[in-house]
């Protein structure tokens, strides 16, 4: 079983819709990423936390928004969302941000439909 | 300009026969880690073995087995004796200074 727990696991949202995806985790570890994945496509980094502050923003459109208000905890805010952001959400953690070696774990993800 | 490429979109095998998942990558540091995570139908992707640069032996763990050549920049994946549980994307990844996954190699066990 994965140590990292997204929901909802799926999602569908009208383009006016605002929505919140969640995601936690107990290792105790102190950086948390979002991924968005397109159908057959690898991963995309969206944001990176690294000590509960935001250290890596991928250009991300305003219309996402990332919260982590503690050390277990992250969110993404959707607002506003486009048809085109209809992708599977993914939340990874790891011990610690900006070690080449680390590796990540990740959740099941958030499958999300735009209408 | 592509840093890890993984030439096989997808590969179907019989159960029990070997898969070979093959990946080229491309950096000018000479400290970098490299990756392999599968991603089976339920969507979140699994860890399964990192390698550093500096460390070109391969490794065998079960069925999976790694071989690292610094020589071709290849980190290529075989998995022996394939079971249908095998079935899913398997992702080969560098992280120089920022991971980069290649595009994903799709592998379909039959019964």
């Known amino acids: 079983d994965t140590e990292v727990t997204q929901t909802p696991k799926h999602l569908v949202m009208g383009m006016t819709n605002k929505k919140s995806l969640k995601c936690e985790q107990h290792m105790g570890h102190r950086a948390m990423y979002w991924y968005k994945q397109k159908a057959k496509k690898p991963p995309e980094l969206m944001f990176v936390y690294s000590y509960e502050k935001l250290s890596i923003n991928e250009s991300v459109p305003s219309r996402f928004s990332p919260e982590c208000p503690n050390s277990s905890l992250l969110n993404l805010h959707l607002h506003a969302l486009q048809p085109e952001d209809s992708a599977l959400y993914l939340c990874a953690s790891s011990q610690d941000r900006g070690q080449r070696d680390e590796k990540l774990f990740f959740g099941s993800g958030t499958q999300l439909s735009v209408l | ?111």
Do not use: H, M
């Open chain 2, 1 to 111: 300009a592509q840093k890890v490429t993984q030439a096989q979109t997808e590969i179907s095998v019989v159960e029990k026969e070997d898969v070979t998942l093959d990946c080229v990558y491309e950096t000018r540091d000479t400290t970098y880690y490299l990756f392999w995570y599968k991603q089976p139908p339920s969507g979140e992707l699994v860890f399964l073995i990192r390698r550093n640069s500096f460390d070109e032996q391969n490794e065998i763990s079960g069925r999976y087995s790694w071989n690292f050549q610094k020589s071709t920049s290849s980190f290529n994946f075989t998995i022996t004796a394939s079971q249908v549980v095998d079935s899913a994307v398997y992702f080969c990844a560098l992280n120089d200074y920022k991971l980069s996954f290649g595009a994903g190699t799709t592998v379909t066990v039959r019964a």
